[in-house]
């Protein structure tokens, strides 16, 4: 792999990488560290040792590779209530414990901060959700590059939400508005955009902070891909004012080798539960494109009549179908899931999976089809880099907006029809019935000119996220770009000329 210099450099770029400790954000900016390494900067990653566990492997395989690359450990602190170990927030963090996490991650900042002082790194990438490490930088007198987590498509949306209110300018939750001040005239509902914009919750006040930091910081790192929302990445710079790099699809350019995808986000290279890889041989006998592949993310928890709809709608649907469950406590979903699952794999029409799928890999396999996604960002990225159509169920987090990107822009998904965000924590009272979700599916895996068109479009972004991380393309500049500008800064700050402002 090429190592990207600027003239007059000698010495190696030493880089920080902070991660969150939630799956979706953790997965990414581990990535985004990996391809840092694998262009020539020696990276530091830090975090807990519950979280390490989840991607020490390919650090591992990295290193061994010949990439200065390697994992910097802090403990978390006890407090009162937070269980021994417990050091992530995700699907199966109840509220209260999410709390104590973030509590205990809070705790952290000053080890953090003497950490970035003995490391003595020339730029930091910290994660969006650590507003504080822009000023640590600033100390340091070193860059910090903000990772920002969603489409640059959403945060767009979301900064004319803030600017113009036009949720405020209807008259009920089911009206639709136009989000004002976008390349593409973009309609929503007031129940489909995310509560703190509605009314000042805890979340507005972390969020004020995230944007301030993102303002102040030198620039911010994206996953996606120019040819994938373009003019939005254009508009995100011009209302935040700094610098910003795509540097997607991030998954596909890191995890190249069958190890690294099997095992990404889960550290165990097989999911509980499921038998040596059944659903491996499963696929296997299954023909080119016929199935369906359905996963909700790592932060989703379904009510039972809600798992209950999405069974009958996939048992009915007339296709054959991959499950990821997920994790399910004892109770009468689980047991009316463990039925289920007997049947569809005695008839053969569905397999599913209980915890961790091995995503990369799935989306990967010939058989699969088309994919049922939450439209969480990372999953969007890597279906669309596998060339599959979507059906769209948005949940919460900037999820909604996703869709539309999806459906109306792109025109590469059908939406299910969610009409009601949630908070990640609390589902509501909206219940997709099982008749939506199979003729969502009909549509996805149908034959018709419109079905057919739909995976001639997602294919052709698909040959784009392709071209974006080779040589010369949109991806491979932008991570050029930002690594030389690390080196130029600091080369400056070893030979100063004159004063040069951090952001
Ligand atoms: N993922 C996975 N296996 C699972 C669930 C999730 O590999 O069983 C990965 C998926 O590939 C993606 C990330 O976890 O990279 C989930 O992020 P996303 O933004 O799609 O959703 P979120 O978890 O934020 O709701």
């Given at each position: 792999?090429?190592?990207?210099?600027?003239?007059?450099?000698?010495?190696?770029?030493?880089?920080?990488?902070?991660?969150?400790?939630?799956?979706?954000?953790?997965?990414?900016?581990?990535?985004?560290a990996?391809?840092?390494?694998?262009?020539?900067?020696?990276?530091?990653?830090?975090?807990?040792?519950?979280?390490?566990?989840?991607?020490?492997?390919?650090?591992?395989?990295?290193?061994?590779?010949?990439?200065?690359?390697?994992?910097?450990?802090?403990?978390?602190?006890q407090?009162?209530?937070?269980?021994?170990?417990?050091?992530?927030?995700?699907?199966?963090?109840?509220?209260?414990?999410?709390?104590?996490?973030?509590?205990?991650?809070?705790?952290?900042?000053?080890?953090?901060?003497?950490?970035?002082?003995?490391?003595?790194?020339?730029?930091?990438?910290?994660?969006?959700?650590?507003?504080?490490?822009?000023?640590?930088?600033?100390?340091?007198?070193?860059?910090?590059?903000?990772?920002?987590?969603?489409?640059?498509f959403?945060?767009?949306?979301?900064?004319?939400?803030?600017?113009?209110?036009?949720?405020?300018?209807?008259?009920?939750?089911?009206?639709?508005?136009?989000?004002?001040?976008?390349?593409?005239?973009?309609?929503?509902?007031?129940?489909?955009?995310?509560?703190?914009?509605?009314?000042?919750?805890?979340?507005?006040?972390?969020?004020?902070k995230?944007?301030?930091?993102?303002?102040?910081?030198?620039?911010?790192?994206?996953?996606?891909?120019?040819?994938?929302?373009?003019?939005?990445?254009?508009?995100?710079?011009?209302?935040?004012?700094?610098?910003?790099?795509?540097?997607?699809?991030?998954?596909?350019?890191?995890?190249?080798?069958?190890?690294?995808?099997?095992?990404?986000?889960?550290?165990?290279?097989?999911?509980?539960?499921?038998?040596k890889a059944?659903?491996?041989?499963?696929?296997?006998?299954?023909?080119?494109?016929?199935?369906?592949?359905?996963?909700?993310?790592?932060?989703?928890?379904f009510?039972?009549?809600?798992?209950?709809?999405?069974?009958?709608?996939?048992?009915?649907?007339?296709?054959d179908?991959?499950?990821?469950?997920?994790?399910?406590?004892e109770?009468?979903?689980?047991?009316?899931?463990?039925?289920?699952?007997?049947?569809?794999?005695?008839?053969?029409?569905?397999?599913?999976?209980?915890?961790?799928?091995?995503?990369?890999?799935?989306?990967?396999?010939?058989?699969?089809?088309?994919?049922?996604?939450?439209?969480?960002?990372?999953?969007?990225?890597?279906?669309?880099?596998?060339?599959?159509?979507?059906?769209?169920?948005?949940?919460?987090?900037?999820?909604?907006?996703?869709?539309?990107?999806?459906?109306?822009?792109?025109?590469?998904?059908?939406?299910?029809?969610?009409?009601?965000?949630?908070?990640?924590?609390?589902?509501?009272?909206e219940?997709m019935?099982?008749?939506?979700?199979?003729?969502?599916?009909?549509?996805?895996?149908?034959?018709?000119?419109?079905?057919?068109?739909?995976?001639?479009?997602?294919?052709?972004?698909?040959?784009?996220?392709?071209?974006?991380?080779?040589?010369?393309?949109?991806?491979?500049?932008?991570?050029?770009?930002?690594?030389?500008?690390?080196?130029?800064?600091?080369?400056?700050?070893?030979?100063?000329?004159?004063?040069?402002?951090?952001?």
């Amino acid at each position: 792999m090429e190592s990207f210099g600027v003239e007059g450099e000698s010495e190696t770029l030493k880089a920080i990488f902070l991660p969150f400790i939630s799956p979706s954000h953790l997965v990414p900016v581990v990535d985004i560290a990996r391809i840092f390494a694998m262009h020539g900067v020696d990276v530091t990653i830090i975090t807990t040792p519950a979280n390490a566990a989840v991607f020490q492997g390919s650090i591992d395989r990295d290193a061994s590779r010949g990439r200065s690359i390697r994992t910097h450990l802090v403990k978390l602190p006890q407090v009162p209530g937070l269980p021994e170990g417990v050091e992530t927030i995700n699907a199966s963090t109840p509220m209260d414990i999410a709390l104590k996490v973030s509590e205990a991650l809070n705790l952290l900042e000053p080890q953090f901060r003497q950490i970035f002082h003995q490391l003595n790194p020339d730029f930091i990438v910290s994660d969006m959700f650590y507003p504080w490490s822009v000023d640590a930088a600033a100390e340091l007198g070193i860059p910090r590059v903000i990772y920002v987590g969603g489409t640059y498509f959403a945060h767009c949306a979301m900064d004319s939400l803030e600017r113009f209110e036009p949720h405020k300018k209807v008259d009920s939750e089911d009206e639709s508005f136009l989000i004002p001040g976008l390349p593409y005239n973009l309609e929503m509902t007031r129940s489909q955009i995310p509560e703190r914009f509605k009314t000042p919750t805890e979340f507005s006040y972390i969020m004020k902070k995230v944007k301030e930091s993102e303002k102040k910081s030198y620039g911010s790192l994206f996953k996606s891909f120019y040819a994938f929302e373009g003019p939005y990445e254009e508009l995100y710079r011009t209302i935040v004012g700094t610098k910003s790099w795509n540097v997607g699809p991030v998954s596909s350019w890191v995890n190249q080798d069958v190890s690294d995808k099997r095992s990404r986000g889960h550290g165990k290279e097989e999911e509980e539960g499921n038998g040596k890889a059944g659903w491996l041989a499963w696929l296997d006998s299954k023909k080119k494109g016929s199935v369906v592949y359905v996963c909700f993310g790592s932060m989703n928890n379904f009510p039972d009549t809600q798992l209950v709809e999405i069974a009958h709608g996939l048992e009915d649907c007339g296709h054959d179908f991959l499950w990821v469950v997920g994790k399910i406590n004892e109770g009468e979903g689980r047991a009316f899931l463990e039925e289920f699952g007997k049947r569809v794999e005695a008839s053969n029409k569905g397999c599913l999976i209980w915890g961790w799928a091995p995503q990369l890999l799935i989306l990967d396999h010939p058989a699969v089809g088309g994919v049922m996604t939450h439209c969480g960002m990372n999953t969007v990225i890597e279906t669309v880099d596998a060339g599959l159509p979507m059906v769209t169920w948005p949940l919460f987090a900037e999820q909604f907006f996703n869709e539309r990107l999806l459906v109306d822009v792109l025109k590469i998904a059908v939406p299910i029809g969610a009409k009601k965000w949630k908070s990640w924590s609390d589902f509501g009272d909206e219940i997709m019935e099982r008749g939506k979700i199979g003729d969502a599916i009909a549509l996805l895996m149908g034959e018709g000119e419109e079905c057919e068109e739909m995976r001639r479009r997602v294919k052709a972004l698909s040959q784009e996220a392709k071209k974006a991380i080779q040589i010369g393309g949109s991806s491979y500049n932008s991570l050029k770009d930002v690594i030389q500008e690390m080196k130029s800064f600091k080369l400056e700050k070893l030979n100063p000329k004159d004063e040069k402002p951090l952001a």
